[in-house]
């Protein structure tokens, strides 16, 4: 019986320090065994993802994304601005009607030139049209503004149209201004073809930094709009003395009429920058600021120069010379309008046997809309169907004939 007590106090001399030894390799383990535990599960999960079984819902999902087709870009929408003047009631809603498509916004326009009559009878149009009640996508001006040919009042006109567009509708890509005196060369389903396949911030201006001597007679001089602050149309003036050419930013020429990207739209009207602003001052006394005041902001921008693309895709006959004035297109340009690709022309009179031809052989129109895929109801277009249906012709490929050689190398870089 001694000789056991003695084996028990041997016994709890070496357990304890056994139990501490075993309790701190437990630990240790448990340690080492949580810091792999993440890549343990890991691997696991792997590999039993290799039995899974396809589901039902899903039956041609592989384990492989690498080939996997992305989606379609989604549909691009146009805003435009479709503006006229006094006696431009006819042409502008003939014009409307032409380019209408129910995934595209309108913001129509008559200037306080026009008579108040015109005016109340265009906003009764608009108000009173079966479609553009049902889809909600044309909007005329509460207020009418002064728009002076070749002035800047030209310029604010078109930027108070960009902000109701920006602030009424939050879903369009690109924005193209026109006249009640353009028409287009192609339907809208052509349009939204051809512009689905293009980067959303690319930007149609014809542009030019060779001023020649429009750097004498434009940018020196100093002129006064009217329509910034009367009531009645009257044209600019010249006032002295001379100012010296701008050596802030380089100056650029073009056409006043455009595509312009959202973004781009944004930031000429929202002014993150003080570049538009400053330009807008800067061009509020120079002479056909419409042709200059966006194509200096955009090539002088280095977020959005690499985005131009030198076009304003419009057929335009010029006068020879001096190629200031644009002719009214005859019958005699039919043929060479059609092989330029162009989008849209200009000049139109109001009852253009031109117009009729482009409305027959162009645009398919036998009513008074463009027939596209949207089209439902009898007669054709006075319902919407589908307005995601598109059904592009001859003029997607035209367009993207003329969009292709745009892009060839030899075109680019621009704002040069």
Not at 167 to 193: C, E, G, M, V
């Amino acid at each position: 019986m001694k000789g056991m007590g003695f084996l028990n106090a041997e016994k709890k001399k070496w357990m304890f320090p056994l139990f501490l030894t075993s309790l701190v390799a437990i630990f240790v383990a448990a340690t080492l065994l949580n810091l792999r535990l993440v890549s343990y599960i890991n691997t696991v999960n792997s590999i039993l993802t290799l039995f899974q079984p396809r589901t039902m819902a899903d039956p041609f999902t592989s384990c492989s994304t690498t080939n996997a087709t992305p989606p379609p870009p989604p549909m691009p929408r146009f805003a435009y601005l479709i503006s006229g003047s006094k006696g431009d009631l006819y042409k502008l809603w003939r014009t409307l009607h032409a380019l209408y498509h129910p995934m595209n916004y309108y913001v129509v326009h008559l200037d306080l030139e026009s008579p108040a009559q015109e005016r109340q009878e265009l906003a009764s149009l608009v108000r009173m049209h079966p479609v553009f009640q049902e889809v909600g996508n044309v909007y005329m001006h509460d207020k009418a503004n002064m728009v002076t040919y070749r002035g800047p009042t030209m310029v604010a006109n078109t930027l108070h149209a960009c902000a109701i567009l920006l602030r009424r509708y939050k879903d369009w890509d690109w924005f193209i201004n026109l006249s009640a005196s353009d028409y287009p060369l192609l339907t809208q389903d052509d349009l939204i073809h051809t512009f689905s396949t293009l980067k959303r911030d690319v930007n149609f201006l014809h542009h030019t930094s060779n001023l020649g001597w429009k750097k004498y007679l434009r940018a020196m001089p100093l002129y006064i709009d009217p329509g910034l602050y009367e009531k009645d149309k009257s044209d600019i003036f010249r006032v002295w003395p001379k100012r010296s050419l701008p050596t802030a930013f380089k100056q650029f020429e073009g056409s006043a009429w455009m595509i312009l990207s959202r973004d781009f739209v944004e930031y000429c009207v929202w002014g993150w920058d003080n570049l538009p602003r400053t330009l807008l001052m800067y061009y509020t006394n120079y002479v056909s600021s419409p042709e200059g005041y966006f194509q200096t902001v955009i090539c002088n921008t280095r977020q959005f120069a690499h985005t131009v693309l030198n076009s304003d895709l419009h057929f335009i006959p010029w006068d020879n010379p001096p190629r200031q004035h644009p002719r009214t297109v005859s019958l005699a340009d039919a043929t060479r309008m059609i092989r330029s690709g162009a989008a849209f022309a200009r000049k139109f009179s109001g009852k253009s046997p031109v117009l009729d031809k482009i409305d027959k052989e162009l645009l398919g129109k036998n009513g008074s809309f463009t027939p596209g895929g949207w089209c439902a109801g009898k007669p054709l277009c006075s319902e919407v169907g589908n307005p995601r249906m598109l059904t592009p012709g001859p003029g997607a490929d035209r367009l993207r004939g003329l969009i292709d050689r745009l892009m060839l190398p030899t075109k680019r870089p621009s704002c040069t």
